[in-house]
């Protein structure tokens, strides 16, 4: 890949997080801009962790279109927004931020739509009102795609989480058709799913297996993992071997990107370039 030249008209973006070195989206969107011969270019940025409001305010104007936003910034970027769209109010975190030439600062939450897209390409035929589905986690991550599914018609979400009041509390704020389990009672929050899906951080290299009981879903559920880092997660890998369709976590990076990309170079990303078998390298894969 040759880095695009950069002239006075180049349009920036970013991400930011801590750390933020290990990031794939920068490969991503650049490839992208690349095929699409747009004159933009996408950069890490990693300020300290408690100087994120400085740095995103700083960047009020316009000067740099806009951002996305990863751990552990994704809270206080839509504190700091001026506007707030329905998915990352429902999220309760925003993971792309746009910066007006007025100086007010838009955020968005892209991950649902990136875990919708991720299941229909990983899992074709897979229809969330099909079924309860049960999601793992209740962070950022598992708010967002329980409001997600939710709005794409799951009759019920099953939030189940080690700490049971965090997942109650998720519960609570989201309101509807969700109900909040303890992870030791994941047998029975899996009965009769459609799809499992982990959104907890367990599973990342290095870190051991969540204790989920997948056998306990059936033998058509979808099992998918946010985690990519392994691209196939020691959850992912138990869920092959029981034979269940599996997604995995790259997808939705990528498809949550996708929005983004538009958002700040707009135009969708170009077909042409295959960004998954990029990242899958850079993966080690
Ligand atoms: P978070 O706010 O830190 O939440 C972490 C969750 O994981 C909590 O519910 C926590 O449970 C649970 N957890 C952590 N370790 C665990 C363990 N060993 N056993 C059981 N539960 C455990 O993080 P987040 O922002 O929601 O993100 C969650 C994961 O999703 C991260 O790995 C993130 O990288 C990934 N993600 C991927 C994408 C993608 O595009 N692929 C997008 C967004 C997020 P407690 O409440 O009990 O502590």
Redesign the pocket.
């Known amino acids: 890949m040759t880095r695009p030249a950069i002239t006075g008209a180049t349009v920036v973006a970013g991400v930011v997080g801590a750390p933020v070195r290990h990031s794939l989206s920068p490969l991503i969107h650049n490839a992208w801009l690349e095929a699409a011969g747009i004159d933009g270019i996408y950069v890490p940025f990693g300020p300290p962790a408690d100087g994120f409001e400085a740095f995103a305010n700083g960047l009020r104007g316009g000067a740099v279109r806009g951002l996305n936003v990863?751990?552990?910034f994704?809270e206080a970027a839509l504190a700091l927004a001026d506007k707030v769209s329905a998915q990352a109010r429902a999220a309760n975190?925003a993971?792309l931020l746009v910066f007006e030439a007025d100086g007010t600062v838009v955020a968005d939450n892209t991950?649902g739509l990136?875990?919708l897209a991720?299941l229909t390409i990983q899992a074709p035929g897979f229809d969330p009102r099909s079924g309860p589905i049960a999601v793992?986690?209740?962070?950022?991550?598992?708010?967002?795609a329980a409001a997600a599914l939710l709005a794409a018609g799951a009759p019920q979400v099953r939030i189940v989480?080690?700490?049971l009041a965090?997942?109650e509390a998720v519960a609570a704020a989201l309101g509807g058709s969700i109900v909040a389990c303890p992870?030791t009672g994941a047998a029975r929050a899996f009965a009769g799913v459609a799809a499992v899906i982990?959104?907890?951080?367990?599973?990342?290299s290095g870190?051991?297996d969540?204790?989920a009981p997948l056998e306990a879903s059936p033998s058509q559920a979808v099992v998918m993992d946010?985690?990519?880092k392994p691209l196939v997660t020691p959850f992912l890998a138990r869920a092959q071997a029981l034979g269940r369709r599996t997604v995995d976590?790259?997808?939705?990076?990528i498809?949550?990107a996708a929005p983004s990309f538009e958002a700040f170079y707009g135009r969708p990303p170009p077909s042409e370039v295959d960004v998954r078998a990029l990242a899958m390298k850079a993966l080690g894969q």
């Open positions: 990863t751990l552990p994704k975190a993971n991950d990136g875990l991720a793992l986690g209740a962070g950022g991550a598992a708010r967002g989480n080690r700490t965090k997942a992870l982990n959104a907890t951080s367990a599973g990342l870190q051991g969540l204790d946010m985690v990519y976590g790259l997808e939705m990076l498809r949550q």
